[in-house]
């Protein structure tokens, strides 16, 4: 009989803690990409390097497309 209450607690407490919350809800990362790109690129890591020129090259292709823009209206 022991034995019993002891399986049936222990079944309890994992269906308890499996099914406890405590965020409430979905928790998603907080970070862009871009952002995560950016800590990485300060990072000794190799190809460190490649990932700031990409970032470096990504801006200014926007700042170009911005310029581009702006200058097509009136």
């Known amino acids: 009989?022991?034995?019993r209450v002891s399986i049936v607690a222990l079944g309890i407490?994992?269906?308890v803690t499996g099914c406890s919350s405590e965020t409430g809800g979905n928790r998603r990362?907080?970070?862009t990409q871009r952002q995560k790109d950016s800590v990485l690129a300060k990072t000794g890591l190799p190809g460190a390097q490649g990932v700031a020129?990409?970032?470096a090259a990504a801006d200014?292709?926007?700042?170009?497309?911005a310029r581009i823009d702006s200058a097509s209206r009136p």
Do not use: C, E, F, I
């Not at 200014?60 to 497309?65: I, V």
């Open 13 to 15: 407490a994992v269906v």
């Open 29 to 31: 990362d907080t970070m």
């Open 53 to 55: 020129k990409a970032l």
């Open 1 to 3: 009989m022991n034995r």
């Open 60 to 65: 200014s292709q926007k700042a170009r497309q």
